[in-house]
């Protein structure tokens, strides 16, 4: 019998979560069920339920969450990495093929039929995905990923989406002592980027268009701070930058970003997915070779590099601990762009 949770769901396009309820499927003999102790707030959430994206293509309720981490309450019967009680965490992700090219080269964000941790449908039973704003989520252990015992439960939470999605294009990129590394948008992703280039012992500028936030950069490591719409300070980081990581979630001009890069340097936008206006200018890019890319969270093998990495230098996010019924205030404060670190949700207070 699929067993019922309390949940924060959002029962129409536009509409906010609230308290709800929906059901969680038997174990499988690969499941996992986890006892949720703590969810992360994404951008992506919001974006989800105020249908920035369009309305959820597999109708309501939609329950967000993809940063969740807890304690392994049960397992199916040929599960053999986890046992009861292990800290584990689950990301953006919960299923996918596992035998094409993409899942072979461990790439499942590119699967064709990956499942995402909400808004899609298990591909094996055609069930629609809840995420992480539950008590409980029932997971194939091949996508649970385990939480190094030096990370604090909620600091690691973020990890799972905003520190993937840095970590990977910085990796990628071959983030080293010495590389000069730009970010733009001081907020979860954004802090976790630079927390994650000054432990690869990178030179971290930030870039931000609030004023305010420029103490809280330079005490996460920033060495320096450029607020973004001041062309003048815009003008004098010009062509300085290995790798610059864009969070920025909404449109907005990367022109004087191109500028800022190196000859053969790249821009990474991994924020914003839609049209760029204005048009991006090819000609800098065509004259200096360099690169304007994209990036899509990580894979399974890399999320649990990422967290063993984490582990190691005792990296977490910066995180603010809500009450279940503060979500419509942490949402607001994420349109604003008024955070510089990660909400993340207290389960236990659902
Ligand atoms: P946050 O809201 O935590 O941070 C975004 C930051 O961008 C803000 O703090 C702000 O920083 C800056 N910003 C600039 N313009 C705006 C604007 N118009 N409105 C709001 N913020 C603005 O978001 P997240 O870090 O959680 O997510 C960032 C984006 O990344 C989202 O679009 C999300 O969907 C996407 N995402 C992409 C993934 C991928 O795989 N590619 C995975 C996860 C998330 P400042 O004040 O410093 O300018
Ligand atoms: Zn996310």
Redesign the pocket.
């Known amino acids: 019998m699929p067993t019922k949770v309390k949940c924060l769901a959002s029962l129409e396009a536009g509409k906010y979560p609230v308290p709800s309820t929906v059901a969680r499927r038997d174990l499988r003999s690969d499941d996992i069920e986890i006892k949720i102790l703590y969810c992360g707030i994404?951008?992506?959430d919001i974006?989800h339920v105020r249908s920035n994206w369009g309305p959820d293509g597999y109708g309501y309720p939609v329950v967000p969450g993809h940063e969740i981490v807890g304690k392994v309450f049960r397992v199916g019967l040929e599960v053999s990495k986890f046992k009861v009680g292990d800290s584990v965490g689950v990301g953006c992700m919960v299923d996918s093929c596992q035998t094409c090219a993409t899942c072979k080269n461990d790439r499942e964000q590119y699967c064709n039929s990956t499942t995402f941790t909400y808004g899609s449908l298990d591909r094996r039973d055609g069930s629609r995905t809840y995420g992480g704003y539950t008590e409980t989520i029932v997971v194939t252990e091949k996508f649970v990923l385990s939480i190094p015992e030096t990370l604090d439960l909620a600091g690691a939470a973020p990890l799972l989406?905003?520190g993937i999605?840095t970590y990977s294009p910085l990796r990628r990129w071959d983030t080293h002592p010495g590389s000069k590394v730009g970010v733009v948008?001081?907020?979860?992703?954004?802090h976790m980027a630079l927390k994650l280039a000054k432990a690869m012992g990178a030179d971290v500028t930030l870039f931000?268009?609030?004023q305010g936030?420029a103490e809280d950069a330079k005490r996460l490591g920033a060495d320096q701070f450029v607020i973004s719409s001041d062309p003048e300070q815009m003008k004098a980081v010009a062509g300085q930058f290995d790798l610059i990581i864009d969070?920025?979630?909404?449109n907005?001009d990367v022109n004087p970003y191109v500028k800022a890069l190196v000859p053969e340097g790249s821009l990474v936008l991994?924020?914003?997915f839609g049209p760029l206006e204005p048009t991006v200018n090819s000609a800098p890019l065509v004259l200096r070779s360099q690169n304007l890319a994209g990036?899509?969270?990580g894979g399974i093998k890399e999320t649990q590099e990422m967290l063993d990495f984490c582990g190691q230098h005792k990296i977490m996010s910066d995180i603010e601990v809500i009450n279940a019924r503060d979500l419509h205030s942490a949402y607001e404060r994420?349109?604003k762009?008024d955070?510089?670190q990660r909400f993340v949700i207290d389960i236990t207070t659902l």
Do not use: E, F
């Open positions: 994404c951008h992506s974006h989406c905003a999605t948008g001081l907020g979860g992703l954004g931000s268009r609030s936030k969070t920025v979630p909404y907005h991994v924020g914003y990036s899509l969270i994420l349109v762009g955070v510089m």
